[in-house]
């Protein structure tokens, strides 16, 4: 009975592991394929439709200006996110509880939505769509995260070793620099790869920000898709899998992935 | 000594100090205010405004009166619930098998479990599209057993399929911290009174893990409910959902208020389920046990 | 009251002194109006319940916490208003307080780091001190692989090498067992003698503050009750705090009769004032220690005792515990083990030598 139960759990165990890399397997595979369509299993093995993607400019400056988008709301929410932190963890100032609030009501609101109110309060504005509304836009996905990490590491922080530094003569910036921004730099790390990651793989927001002539990958990727249905998709899809796949043994070595996603964090899509 | 731990926080609230703590939480302030608020709050004002800016309530009559967004509501949450439901079918035999096994095997399925976050959305909708397509591995199978494949593409099945697959980790994760936090000596404590097996998992294990359940449900049907990517590729505009319909109504229409309309409807129906399950956690204290 | 000098080599510096410290902190006065003055190189002890203010008085001595009122001086230098890293305080926190991503190396060489000490000077000071506390060959691990107790050196070991004015303890003991605790309290009150720095320590545990003290100063409220050595502040207690904090005491109301005298229900009895005697007819109640009274048979020649009927004799192992009913209530005796042992019944004489008891006025 054990050991029939034991049996069944593992196939199932197999089954469910499968369903979760059958996306990924089958895009990977399919890149490799020598038919002019997407197949599975592939037939014929050939890396045409790797050049094929390098030969595409308008590929190549959409990666561009997703990778330098993210690298920015990576960087802006990593700082963002230590000062706001700080400031929730150490000091009382009027609307703390309002920027706390807001701080955990930004998870809850779809995505979709915010797209929409973006590009409505953009036009209201009379803000053309750039790479700065785009990266402003992102900000609002990514500085919750960058928050809630820095705090988590600061409520891992004993007071006392801030004490002790200034007592054994660190004037207030050393403090800061060899004892406080230490203990947050795990939540900081992650806090950035995570702005990183979000801000390159966003469609909904972007979707609503971007015009014609300022495609970020996944907006290029979603409507190249809509025409074509030949294999460079799988390529593009296989070589945003290995930079994922880099980026979490970078975060794993940092932070370890299961810590970033709470069981309460949520699908940006 | 109470009074110390406040130390440097609580007694040396000057005025200075406050100043630097607004100055340091200036930016975030300003990044919710101008990119949080605003934006919400101009789409509930336009969501009251007609086309050309006079007050009225026609958009909310126009979607609640016209069958067909009846429909696309009454779908939204359909298909939620069924990813919901779908999530807890394969998410809690799942989290049962990861209690049994070691530290390391639990990092290596956690890490499988999530890896669906990890990878471009619009690449692992693509996946499933080659995957259920016309010349993917589940057509041949099928061709081989003789049959003709059906149309699996751009219906609910395909997004469901989607859906689930994104969704699981989220179902899982608080499941397994509520199975976590079940007394170990439980079950042979009700083994010793006489119950079977079976009765230990359902009057014991299960209860038990309800929280866990309950936690999962509410985020997987929210974020479902709410999820634009995965649909719109895997479903196209054959299956009606309210997100796709924000963005058709937003860049296609180009009816903003309305689309404003539909979209503060979507907010209205995830965070009320949100706030819902925050009020029923804090009267419970955390402890939801099966009636 | 003057304080023992350590022996040995006698430092010039190290000599606190504290006059009319206040704190408020959340609209309360958790210290009002603390005075004090160490010797140099002594050992003073802060004891008292939690919320008693000790903490907070410890927390302005090394400058985390700004005086709201009052004068703080080291070596006559006035540091009232100096923020911490300007001060030089060593200090050894309950939580130890070490900063996890450095070894124990990197620890201690911090405050030498801040003073800008050169590479091989730290070297070698890190190593000395390392030593001094007893963990060399530890200086590579990291906080986490040390166990409470070394952790609790490499505390004390960083907070020595910068040779501070002061070194001050925030109950670095508590956070051990039991048997630990007394081995660490034992070293780091004979490290204290051996390097001579002023040491200030902060504890809620009576026999730790007894142990290694030369001084202790009894807090309650926010003030200090006592300040004195600890047998002063055992045997003589000067208020009722003090009495029932430290131990076990029998209290007795009576009528001061001048100088260290005092008639309690009829009977004379003798005791050594605290401070000023009480006036002659004045309310005052005298402080006994179970363990000062001695119990005698029949009546005493001398007049002085108090009479009374033994209720109860226990014996409890290291001690056997008397109860004499006395028309001034209960007094307890706890006799040494060959000790002769009453019988339950039996009429006695409790007494004691007035040095052994304090006699102090009654509100």
């Given at each position: 009975m054990t050991r029939l139960t034991r049996v069944l759990g593992g196939a199932f165990a197999t089954l469910v592991g499968l369903f979760l890399i059958a996306p990924v397997a089958v895009t990977v595979a399919s890149s490799l394929t020598a038919t002019p369509y997407v197949t599975f299993p592939p037939q014929g093995i050939t890396l045409r439709w790797y050049a094929e993607v390098f030969a595409k400019p308008e590929f190549l400056s959409s990666f561009a200006l997703s990778a330098g988008v993210a690298l920015a709301a990576a960087a802006v929410s990593a700082v963002v996110g230590l000062a706001g932190g700080l400031a929730i963890h150490r000091h009382r100032f009027p609307g703390r509880a309002a920027l706390e609030a807001t701080l955990s009501g930004a998870f809850a609101v779809p995505t979709i939505v915010l797209g929409i109110g973006l590009l409505q309060w953009f036009a209201q504005m009379g803000l053309a769509s750039s790479p700065v509304t785009l990266l402003l836009a992102h900000l609002v996905l990514t500085v919750p995260y960058a928050v809630r990490l820095v705090l988590a590491g600061l409520a891992g922080l004993d007071r006392s070793a801030e004490k002790a530094a200034a007592g054994l003569g660190a004037p207030p910036f050393l403090v800061f620099w060899h004892v406080t921004l230490p203990a947050v730099r795990g939540g900081l790390v992650g806090g950035a790869f995570f702005a990183f990651i979000t801000s390159f793989d966003d469609l909904t927001v972007a979707l609503f920000v971007v015009t014609t002539d300022l495609q970020t990958l996944p907006v290029r990727i979603f409507n190249y898709m809509q025409y074509d249905y030949d294999p460079t998709v799988t390529a593009i899809g296989t070589l945003m899998v290995l930079f994922a796949v880099v980026a979490v043994v970078v975060i794993e070595r940092f932070v370890g992935v299961a810590r970033l996603f709470g069981a309460d964090t949520e699908e940006r899509s | 000594m109470a009074a110390v731990g406040r130390v440097a926080g609580g007694a040396r609230v000057s005025r200075p100090r406050r100043r630097t703590g607004l100055l340091l939480a200036l930016p975030a302030i300003l990044i919710f205010v101008l990119l949080f608020l605003a934006p919400l709050g101009t789409l509930v004002a336009n969501s009251f405004r007609t086309q050309t800016g006079a007050f009225t309530l026609g958009n909310y009559a126009r979607f609640l009166g016209d069958p067909f967004y009846r429909d696309v509501l009454w779908n939204t949450l359909r298909v939620a619930a069924l990813t919901t439901a779908g999530c807890l079918l394969i998410g809690y035999p799942f989290a049962l098998y990861l209690r049994g096994r070691s530290a390391r095997v639990r990092n290596w399925l956690a890490l499988l479990l999530l890896s669906p976050l990890l990878i471009s959305m619009v690449i692992r909708a693509y996946g499933w599209l080659v995957v259920?397509?016309?010349?993917?591995p589940v057509a041949a199978v099928i061709r081989w057993f003789g049959l003709t494949p059906p149309q699996m593409l751009y219906n609910d099945t395909a997004v469901l399929i989607g859906m689930v697959h994104v969704m699981l980790a989220y179902m899982v994760l608080p499941l397994m911290g509520s199975l976590d936090r079940i007394d170990p000596t439980l079950v042979p404590a009700a083994k010793g009174l006489g119950a079977s097996g079976w009765t230990c998992f359902w009057r014991i294990t299960l209860p038990l893990s309800a929280p866990g359940m309950l936690a999962g449900a509410m985020i997987v049907f929210s974020l479902t409910a709410s999820s634009f990517v995965t649909p719109a590729i895997l479903g196209g505009p054959k299956v009606k959902l309210m997100p796709y319909f924000v963005y058709t109504q937003a860049t296609?229409?180009?009816d903003w208020p309305y689309a404003a309309a539909i979209g503060f409807v979507l907010v209205v129906v995830t965070t009320g389920l949100l706030l819902g399950y925050s009020r029923l956690l804090r009267r419970g204290r955390g402890e939801v046990v099966f009636a | 009251m003057t304080a023992t000098t350590p022996a040995g080599t006698q430092p010039r510096r190290g000599r606190l002194r504290l006059d009319g410290v206040r704190k408020v902190l959340g609209g309360k006065e958790v210290v009002s109006a603390v005075d004090l003055e160490t010797e140099p190189g002594e050992f003073l002890t802060l004891l008292g319940?939690?919320?008693?203010g000790k903490t907070t008085t410890l927390n302005m001595i090394a400058g985390h916490l700004t005086a709201d009122g009052g004068l703080i001086e080291v070596d006559g230098r006035d540091i009232t208003a100096i923020p911490p890293h300007r001060r030089s305080m060593g200090m050894v926190f309950q939580s130890y307080?070490?900063?996890?991503?450095?070894t124990v190396a990197d620890n201690v060489a911090f405050g030498l780091r801040m003073r800008k000490a050169g590479a091989a000077e730290r070297r070698r000071r890190v190593a000395d001190v390392l030593e001094t506390v007893g963990l060399d060959g530890m200086a590579g691990r990291h906080p986490r692989q040390l166990s409470g107790g070394q952790q609790q050196r490499a505390a004390l070991a960083r907070a020595l090498v910068i040779q501070p004015d002061l070194l001050l303890l925030d109950e670095p003991f508590s956070n051990l067992d039991a048997q630990l605790r007394v081995r660490l309290r034992d070293e780091v009150a004979a490290l204290q003698r051996r390097i001579g720095t002023t040491a200030i320590l902060v504890t809620h545990d009576q026999e730790e503050a007894l142990a290694v003290s030369d001084r202790i100063a009894v807090m309650a409220g926010g003030v200090i009750h006592q300040l004195g050595r600890p047998q002063e502040v055992y045997?003589?207690?000067?208020?009722d705090f003090v009495a029932q904090f430290i131990g076990e005491v029998n209290a007795l109301d009576g009528v001061a009769t001048g100088g260290g005298s005092c008639e309690v229900a009829g009977q004379r009895v003798r005791a050594t004032p605290v401070g000023d005697p009480p006036a002659e007819g004045a309310r005052a109640r005298v402080y006994v220690r179970p363990e000062v009274v001695r119990v005698g048979a029949?009546?005493?020649?001398?007049?002085?005792g108090l009479r009374g009927t033994v209720r109860q004799t226990r014996f409890l192992g290291s001690r056997i515990r008397c109860v004499v009913a006395t028309s001034a209530g209960e007094v307890t005796a706890a006799l040494p083990y060959d000790a002769r042992v009453p019988r339950e019944g039996e009429e006695v004489t409790c007494s004691w030598r007035p040095s052994d008891a304090s006699l102090a006025a009654r509100g």
């Open positions: - | 259920l397509g016309p010349q993917g296609a229409t180009l | 319940p939690s919320g008693c307080a070490l900063f996890p991503h450095m045997l003589r207690p000067a208020t029949g009546t005493d020649t001398e007049g002085e």
